[in-house]
């Protein structure tokens, strides 16, 4: 086996590994707020509270996208858009 300059021996340490495919899971689970937000407008609440909810889903959507986008890192945010990272 080959060496490589950063010591890993051509093999991705475990726990970036874990990193990337934990990061890569909330990226792709973020998007599931979007088929939610044509459910909000069939609750059975106020107008103002299903604007509060659609404005909670999309932080959250957000939230968690950032969040796998820190754990993924670019590497991973190019990855899930099928994009090669040069």
Not at 6 to 34: E, H, K, N, W
């Given at each position: ?50 604007i509060g909810v659609a404005v909670?889903?999309s932080l959250l959507g957000w ?24």
């Amino acid at each position: 086996m080959i060496s490589r300059l950063d010591g890993t021996g051509g093999r991705r340490p475990v726990a970036g590994r874990a990193r990337f495919v934990t990061g890569i899971a909330l990226m792709a689970m973020s998007f599931l707020v979007y088929p939610a937000y044509p459910l909000i407008l069939f609750l059975s609440l106020s107008d103002r509270m299903k604007i509060g909810v659609a404005v909670l889903a999309s932080l959250l959507g957000w939230g968690v996208f950032c969040g796998g986008f820190y754990l993924a890192g670019r590497g991973g945010y190019a990855w899930l858009k099928g994009r090669k990272v040069h």
